[in-house]
């Protein structure tokens, strides 16, 4: 893998991750761009405890453009996006219009291949890999920044989920402080230390694993599962077998299983629902332990994948019980859910 580090024109980091090692990136970003200005503010709610980060500028930005105007294809033909150089791998920028900025942490934007048309489901394996090996090191060098305490890369995918542009891409984000479902999380790893002297994660995958009516799919280094007490109507749990708190620790067996437990899984939530449906909405959310907290070695490294699609063209909305009172209720039983997607395996 070969790193090219370089600046847009407004002054934002851009970063090429190739495949081959002896590529050159030095087209340079000729657009006329202003300094990007952000007025992001974290508020913190009283009741709640919990923070809200306030990005008023957001309202502003790019919003279902035609193809033709993709900000996220390479530049060709006269025509300048984000992208200055004329092909690409993988690229990671910082988002022109973030909801984290300067002190309140940071933002970012994963470009999975220069390919509009294809969905990460349909990246090869290499790619895919290229991706994970781009996850890994924007978690490093988002480690050393003093504002950031816990980076999210994660992936919406689909008009449902509010994605506003169709080019291939994620996103990452640099929290400041510690989110409030990691600290949950974190309450929960304690408390069941305290109980039974054991580390909740590694408990929660060998149960699920005793059990088998939720595993989706084994791997020799990753295990896939509906939890059992799914929130969404098809949720899985990627875990690595070897705990580990953070991508930056995962070892070269894993990362190389990787993407194809994770191709696999994609591909077939997009058949949950049959042929002629259109491609399942998701998100997709990487699991990290914050940097400094104490007790991070517990945390476990995971993937959680979801839908918002419940059956056919109706989706799951988050109504008065899940938005009103935090209090989830699925329609598709975890066990079922497990079944249909074991059911659409690949031949
Ligand atoms: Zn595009």
């Given at each position: 893998m070969?790193?090219?580090?370089?600046?847009?024109?407004?002054?934002?980091e851009?970063?090429?991750?190739d495949s081959?090692?002896?590529i050159v990136r030095?087209?340079?970003?000729?657009?006329?761009?202003?300094a990007?200005?952000?007025?992001s503010?974290?508020?913190?709610?009283?009741?709640l405890g919990d923070?809200?980060?306030?990005?008023?500028?957001?309202?502003?930005?790019?919003?279902?453009?035609?193809?033709?105007?993709c900000?996220?294809?390479?530049?060709?033909?006269?025509?300048?996006?984000?992208?200055?150089?004329?092909?690409?791998?993988v690229?990671?920028?910082?988002n022109?219009?973030?909801?984290l900025a300067?002190?309140s942490?940071?933002?970012?934007v994963?470009c999975?291949?220069?390919d509009?048309?294809?969905?990460?489901?349909?990246?090869?394996?290499?790619q895919a890999?290229?991706?994970?090996?781009?996850?890994?090191?924007?978690?490093?060098?988002?480690?050393?920044l003093?504002q950031?305490?816990?980076?999210?890369?994660?992936e919406?995918?689909?008009a449902e989920?509010?994605?506003?542009l169709?080019?291939?891409?994620?996103q990452?984000?640099?929290y400041p402080?510690?989110t409030?479902?990691t600290?949950?999380m974190f309450r929960s790893?304690?408390?069941?230390?305290?109980?039974t002297?054991?580390?909740?994660f590694?408990?929660v995958?060998a149960?699920?694993l005793?059990d088998?009516?939720?595993?989706?799919?084994?791997?020799?280094h990753?295990?896939?599962?509906?939890?059992?007490?799914?929130?969404?109507?098809?949720?899985?749990?990627?875990?690595?077998?070897?705990r580990?708190?953070?991508?930056r620790?995962?070892?070269d067996?894993?990362?190389?299983?990787?993407?194809q437990?994770?191709?696999?899984l994609?591909?077939?939530f997009?058949?949950i629902?049959?042929p002629?449906?259109?491609?399942?909405?998701?998100?997709s959310a990487?699991?990290?332990?914050?940097?400094?907290?104490?007790?991070?070695e517990?945390f476990a490294?995971?993937?959680?994948?979801?839908?918002?699609?419940?059956t056919?063209?109706?989706?799951?909305?988050?109504?008065?019980?899940?938005s009103?009172?935090?209090?989830?209720?699925n329609?598709?039983?975890?066990?079922?859910?497990?079944?249909?997607?074991?059911?659409?395996?690949?031949e």
């Amino acid at each position: 893998m070969k790193k090219t580090v370089t600046t847009l024109a407004d002054g934002r980091e851009l970063i090429y991750y190739d495949s081959a090692d002896d590529i050159v990136r030095d087209a340079v970003d000729p657009r006329p761009l202003d300094a990007v200005s952000t007025s992001s503010e974290i508020r913190r709610d009283p009741l709640l405890g919990d923070s809200v980060a306030i990005a008023s500028h957001r309202q502003g930005r790019t919003y279902h453009p035609p193809a033709d105007e993709c900000p996220l294809c390479p530049s060709r033909e006269g025509r300048h996006s984000e992208i200055p150089d004329t092909d690409y791998d993988v690229v990671v920028f910082e988002n022109r219009f973030p909801s984290l900025a300067g002190d309140s942490g940071r933002c970012e934007v994963v470009c999975f291949t220069s390919d509009h048309d294809v969905s990460f489901a349909g990246l090869t394996e290499e790619q895919a890999g290229l991706v994970l090996e781009a996850w890994t090191d924007r978690t490093a060098d988002l480690a050393e920044l003093p504002q950031v305490a816990q980076v999210f890369c994660f992936e919406n995918r689909g008009a449902e989920i509010g994605v506003t542009l169709g080019h291939p891409h994620g996103q990452i984000y640099g929290y400041p402080f510690v989110t409030p479902r990691t600290e949950q999380m974190f309450r929960s790893m304690e408390s069941h230390r305290a109980e039974t002297g054991r580390n909740l994660f590694d408990d929660v995958v060998a149960r699920e694993l005793a059990d088998g009516e939720r595993v989706v799919l084994e791997g020799e280094h990753w295990v896939a599962f509906v939890p059992y007490a799914a929130h969404w109507p098809y949720e899985v749990h990627l875990h690595p077998r070897r705990r580990v708190p953070d991508l930056r620790e995962l070892d070269d067996a894993a990362r190389t299983e990787f993407p194809q437990i994770y191709l696999e899984l994609l591909r077939r939530f997009d058949r949950i629902f049959g042929p002629g449906e259109p491609p399942t909405p998701y998100i997709s959310a990487w699991h990290q332990a914050p940097f400094r907290a104490p007790g991070r070695e517990e945390f476990a490294l995971h993937l959680e994948l979801f839908t918002i699609r419940r059956t056919p063209g109706k989706l799951k909305f988050l109504a008065g019980s899940e938005s009103g009172m935090n209090v989830f209720i699925n329609d598709v039983p975890p066990e079922a859910a497990a079944q249909r997607l074991r059911e659409v395996a690949s031949e």
